[in-house]
């Protein structure tokens, strides 16, 4: 696509539900990274994948934080047993590479509520 | 870890002003970037800048990487560009950026 799509958009859930966010990177793009921005915080890294290579889950906040990208492509963020400070807008960004700013691209961010 | 401090963190021009934030940096990197995040929350990739100067309209910037430090200048300022200003690094083998806390720029008209 154009530009890296995330979706949901908005997403309310209860405490103690599972929830899954998804990433669409843009086509060719071999690196993903997802990020979450807590209300007038920096950004904060989660996760990252760089093509076959094993991801990076060293920014994974706890164990209920899991993240998978099929075929190299689409990626999906899960949160397990959600709490309320899991509240914040989950960003994902890709570039075509690893070690450059080639192309880096945010997507819109899914902004995640847990009441 | 890697430290990357932003100042200042907020600013209020009048429209037409000039302005030049600065990011510095703890440890060597060998990525650097600045990003804009407008009102609606989009981040938008202004420069990837790890040394040397780079000029895109009427921003600019310059990254002095053995002083560890980078200014992104705006001139001519716009309303349209309100937002917050994030500098991020990236170091070694490290595949992830790590940000700063941005600075907020508020234009009047």
């Known amino acids: 696509g154009a530009g890296v799509s995330q979706s949901p958009s908005n997403k309310v859930t209860e405490k103690g539900k599972d929830v899954e966010l998804r990433c669409d990177p843009i086509?060719?793009?071999?690196?993903l990274y997802w990020y979450r921005q807590s209300l007038g915080q920096g950004l904060e890294f989660l996760i990252y994948?760089?093509?076959?290579?094993?991801?990076?889950k060293s920014g994974l906040p706890s164990d209920r934080f899991s993240a998978e990208r099929t075929g190299g492509s689409v990626s999906t963020l899960t949160i397990q047993r959600t709490q309320q400070e899991d509240s914040a807008v989950y960003l994902c960004?890709?570039?075509?590479?690893?070690?450059?700013?080639?192309?880096?691209?945010f997507g819109s961010g899914t902004r995640l509520t847990v009441v | 870890g890697i430290q990357v401090e932003q100042s200042p963190p907020d600013l209020i021009l009048q429209e037409g002003a000039n302005s030049t934030l600065r990011c510095n940096f703890s440890?060597?990197?060998?990525?650097l970037q600045w990003f804009h995040q407008n009102p609606w929350g989009q981040l938008i990739n202004l420069f990837y800048?790890?040394?040397g100067t780079k000029q895109n309209g009427r921003l600019s910037a310059t990254t002095v990487a053995t002083e560890r430090y980078s200014l992104l200048y705006i001139s001519s300022s716009q309303t349209t560009d309100s937002g917050v200003y994030f500098c991020?690094?990236?170091?070694?083998?490290?595949?992830?950026?790590?940000f700063g806390k941005g600075t907020k720029l508020s234009v009047k008209p």
């Open positions: 800048i790890p040394s």
């Open positions: 086509s060719g793009h071999t690196a």
């Open positions: 960004a890709s570039s075509l590479g690893g070690w450059t700013g080639d192309g880096y691209t």
């Open positions: 991020a690094v990236r170091k070694g083998s490290q595949g992830n950026l790590i």
């Open positions: 440890d060597s990197v060998n990525n």
């Open positions: 994948f760089q093509g076959n290579s094993a991801p990076d």
